[in-house]
Each structure stands twice: as C-alpha cells, then as structure tokens.
C-alpha cells in the first residue's frame, strides 16, 4: 500500500520588527471612510491595503483612486478587486471629478494625490476622466499642489499627454519591479514601455517632477535594483521610492525576502549617487507615501530621509518641512 505523497511548503520568512505596521487609529480611520463612501469614492489606501493606512488617515491624508474600483489587469502583487466589463458594471461616475474636488477641499488639502486603476477596457485608458479630476481640483484647490500616479495606459502616450496637459504638479508613473521578474509580478505590462512613458512625459511637460517607485522582496537582486534606478535616472526621472513587498492577501505573491534597513540605505545612497534629486527608500515607503514632503525635498537639495530608526521606520526629512495645514499622502 503506497503512502500519500504530503507537498511541503517552504517556509516563508518571518516578518521583521522594521516592516511591522505603526499604530492604529480606527476611529480616525472610520471618519475619513464615511466621508469617502458618502461622495462614492476609492482610495488605494483602502484597496492595496497599504501598512500605512492607519498613519495617513489620521493624518487627515489619503490617495484618491478613480476610474472605479475595479481593475482590468491581474496583477501578482496588488490586492485592488480585479473586474471585466462582460461581468460587472464598470461604467465610469461622471460625478467622481467633482466629487474628488470636494473631498480635498473638505479635508483642506495642500497637496492631493491622484491615482486610478487600469482600465484597458476603454479606448482612451480613462485618460479623459484622468485629466478631468486634476482640472477639478485645480480649480477647487487653486493653491495646492497636485501629483498624478498614473497607469502605462498601454503605452498610447496621447493618453499620458492629456493628463499631463491638464497641468499636475508631479508625474509618478511605478516600474514595481525589475524587468526578469515582470511575468510573475506585473504579466500585463511591459518593462520598456513604462521606461517610455516616464522618458515621454519629461519630453512633454520639462517642468513637472517625474518620479517612479518600486518594491524590494520579490526575488531581485542588488545588482538588479542597482540597475533598475539606472534606467529611471536615463529617462531624466527626478525621484525614486523604494519600498517592502509586504502580501496583502492570500491570494498574492508570496514575499522572497525582508530587505534590511541597511540594504534601504544602501539603494537609496546609490540613488543619489547617480544623480536623483530624491529617494525615499524604507520598509513602508510606498509611491506616494508622505508625497508633500517628498516633492519639497526633490525641489530644494538632493538629500535623502534620514535613517531608519531602532524600529526601521523610515524618518521625515529634517528640513524643508510643509507649513502646519499640509497633507501626505501613500499609495
């Protein structure tokens, strides 16, 4: 009688102490969530899952996340809910610009970040409605600043011209991983073509920050990342965030490795070596994680945050810090 075959997982690794999430602060977290629900709004806070959701709405701070909340690719590492058009109804709000509008004016925003999901279904990629949202908030928050983390809208760059034409402050477009491990990590999307969107909107619009961010765990190597910060400083990219893969589900990639707070400090030394105005690299930085603070730096010296601290949470900057009043943001 032959005895059943039992697959062993391999272990996974333990979570470290310096990518564990901050503290909660739920009541703060349930008011900005009514606010957000009452208008119809995303963010990606709430649907990546980000570690640092706690912290930014506390703050008063969140990324709006338009088209919808239902994403056309399947990406291994995100958590947003995934849709198809033939399935659900994935009809755009056409109240969600000014409704966007709204929300930061009522939270008093002086910076606002924007980002959406990807929407290949539909012909322009959501690049009008894209473009729409940042003249709302423009005229609704003529003094604040406005940074846009957008898809590769499938490497059709009138689309990235029209939102760069509607005058944000920053352009982030995310590489999220280096390019062997694009397959498995973002099978949908190719690793030239959002190198060619972030060299097109620096052609387009010289005047905006440009800016992409990444994840470390997922199976790259130091000389991969080394690599990966070269070809974004070759398309004239003015910022870098680096920042842990940590699985927001079961149903995501698994994590390969911790990356230490000394490998952080590491990328982001080299980063700046090779001449980026700004890398914020650290366990829980994402995209547009303290986003503020990070353009402000990016405009004024080209140094990087401070160390990680004992815990391996990644510090403010020192200096340049925004007026009381300001917002960050993550994605």
């Not at 920042?243 to 911790?258: D, E, F, I, S």
């Not at 650290?282 to 503020?292: C, E, H, I």
Request: net charge neutral; charged share 20%; hydrophobic share 40%.
């Amino acid at each position: 009688m032959s005895t059943p075959l039992v697959q062993i997982q391999p272990p996974r690794p333990r979570l470290p102490e310096w990518a564990r999430r901050p503290a909660t602060h739920f009541e703060s977290l349930n008011k900005l969530k009514s606010g957000l629900r009452t208008l119809n709004l995303h963010t990606v806070c709430e649907s990546a899952r980000c570690p640092n959701i706690h912290e930014c709405f506390h703050r008063g701070a969140a990324t709006f996340m338009i088209l919808g909340n239902l994403c056309t690719r399947g990406c291994g590492f995100c958590s947003v809910p995934k849709g198809s058009p033939r399935l659900h109804d994935m009809r755009l709000d056409p109240a969600e610009p000014a409704n966007v509008a709204r929300m930061a004016a009522e939270m008093k925003l002086r910076y606002v970040v924007i980002t959406s999901v990807n929407r290949d279904d539909l012909e322009d990629g959501g690049s009008f409605h894209f473009a729409e949202t940042v003249r709302e908030v423009t005229r609704a928050l003529p003094e604040a600043r406005v940074e846009v983390l957008t898809p590769d809208f499938e490497g059709n760059m009138d689309a990235v011209a029209r939102v760069l034409d509607a005058m944000p402050h920053v352009f982030n477009h995310n590489m999220e991983t280096v390019p062997r491990l694009y397959r498995r990590v973002r099978p949908q999307a190719k690793y030239q073509q959002s190198l060619d969107v972030l060299r097109f909107a620096r052609a387009h619009r010289p005047d905006v920050l440009t800016k992409s961010g990444f994840m470390v765990g997922l199976g790259e190597t130091t000389e991969e990342v080394e690599q990966l910060l070269r070809d974004l400083r070759a398309q004239d990219v003015d910022v870098a965030t680096i920042g842990q893969y940590l699985q927001p589900t079961r149903r995501n990639l698994q994590v390969a490795a911790y990356a230490t707070p000394e490998q952080f400090a590491h990328y982001q030394a080299f980063g700046l070596s090779i001449g980026f105005k700004m890398v914020f690299s650290g366990p829980l930085v994402r995209s547009s994680y303290m986003a503020d603070l990070v353009s402000e730096q990016a405009l004024g010296e080209p140094l990087g945050f401070q160390p990680p601290d004992t815990a391996g949470r990644v510090a403010p900057p020192t200096h340049g810090a925004v007026s009381g009043g300001s917002r960050a943001s993550q994605a």
